[in-house]
Nanobody, 127 residues
Framework: QLQLVESGGGLVQPGGSLRLSCAASEFTLDHYVIGWFRQAPGKEREPVSCINKNDDRVYITDSVKGRFTISRDNAKNTVYLQMNDLKPEDTAVYYC????????????????????WGKGTQVTVSS
């Protein structure tokens, strides 16, 4: 069964950068739609970004557009979330998720859900 492992979280000052990684062993991630979600303390989990499996088109939620980018490195079987100009409101546990269906990633993020989830990585933005 596909298992996802997130890494790259940590404590960073406002304006700083982090790159989160979502990796899997034994399964090829380019066969999956990959999404990134986050959950801040006391708040519901929210979608952040996703990347299609067939055409690598991406979606970025408005609150992070221009600061976050999502990308695949198929050679490393890893999907990245590059986060720049981080703000205190970006503080959350970040999760990656995967789904093998052919839905576009936006629909999986907001309507259909995703099948496989990682355990999350903590991102704290604070001075």
């Amino acid at each position: 069964q596909l298992q996802l492992v997130e890494s790259g979280g940590g404590l960073v000052q406002p304006g700083g950068s982090l790159r989160l990684s979502c990796a899997a062993s034994e399964f090829t991630l380019d066969h999956y739609v990959i999404g990134w979600f986050r959950q801040a303390p006391g708040k519901e989990r929210e979608p952040v970004s996703c990347i299609n499996k067939n055409d690598d088109r991406v979606y970025i939620t408005d609150s992070v557009k221009g600061r976050f980018t999502i990308s695949r490195d198929n050679a490393k079987n890893t999907v990245y979330l590059q986060m720049n100009d981080l703000k205190p409101e970006d503080t959350a546990v970040y999760y990656c998720a995967a789904d093998e269906s052919n839905y576009v990633c936006y629909d999986l993020l907001y309507y259909y859900g995703m099948d496989v989830w990682g355990k999350g990585t903590q991102v704290t933005v604070s001075s």
